[in-house]
């Protein structure tokens, strides 16, 4: 074990598979305690299963992050079980691959229900938590498609523009409390939401764009990103937009 977030508590939303296993895994591996949340109860006790095999410690708890009464219970696990949340990774998310004039309404109020209301409850319920702690910090994970446009991903680009705009208000709102809140901004990323389009080389060269690194990125290239967020290394930032999408937005 190394020691970059020893002793601090880490809920992280969507671990079970993906972006947010990787961050779990690293969390853990650098000396947190891992409250794996997710909807998909098998994938995240595997999560958990695997970081306990490795040393560390973990408990899962089934979280819809679009419900109020799923967050309460989920904080109130990690309290229960580790006394505190220390660091809120707010990464589960889905994503539509239409454009506006295909999207439907209830594609639409789908994706904010997660992609958007989620990490506004999340902000919301650990808050108490965090400020009886004396601080802490909070990573939403937007988008470079919370940056800038692209076609066919309109309803997606809406929720990831809304997180780094909450990102801010709450940077703001929190700041007395010593809790930090920042967003993260990842290019395309190999995971299981996006495996789908990786595999024709064709839409691999679109999605990727102007990326400078012209591949995708694995999910531990985030995940460490997420480790500084959620260190004490990164204390004198917040409402900051971390971009890890090589590229993709300087081109």
């Known amino acids: 074990m190394a020691d970059r977030v020893k002793g601090k508590v880490a809920l992280v939303t969507g671990a ?18 891992v409250v794996v949340a997710d909807i998909a109860e098998e994938a995240g006790q595997k999560t958990v299963a695997d970081i306990q095999a490795a040393g560390g410690e973990a408990i899962f708890v089934k979280l819809d992050v679009s419900k109020a009464e799923d967050w309460e219970r989920a904080v109130q696990a990690a309290v229960t079980a580790y006394g505190t949340v220390n660091v809120l990774v ?34 919301k319920t650990v808050f108490p938590v965090m400020q009886k702690a004396g601080g802490g910090s909070i990573i939403n994970i937007s988008s470079i498609y919370g940056l800038v ?14 997180v780094r705009l909450l990102t801010k208000a709450a940077a703001v709102d929190f700041a007395r409390d010593h809790i930090r809140v920042n967003s993260l901004h990842p290019g395309v990323i190999k995971t299981e939401m996006t495996k789908g389009m990786l595999v024709d080389p ?13 591949r995708p990125a694995e999910p531990e290239e985030v995940s460490y990103a997420v480790l500084f967020l959620a260190s004490d290394e990164s204390s004198y930032m917040t409402g900051s937009e971390v971009v890890v999408d090589g590229g993709y937005s300087a081109n």
């Open 16 to 33: 079970a598979m993906g972006m947010g296993r990787a961050h779990s895994l690293l969390l853990a591996h650098e000396g947190a305690k």
């Open 90 to 123: 707010n990464n589960a998310g889905i994503l539509i691959s239409k454009t506006l004039d295909q999207t439907t309404e209830a594609e639409w109020d789908r994706i904010f229900s997660i992609n958007a209301k989620g990490p506004f409850l999340g902000c």
């Open 149 to 162: 446009g692209a076609p066919a991903a309109a309803a997606y680009e809406a929720t990831k523009g809304a």
């Open 202 to 214: 064709a839409i691999v060269k679109a999605a990727l764009g102007p990326a400078l690194i012209a």
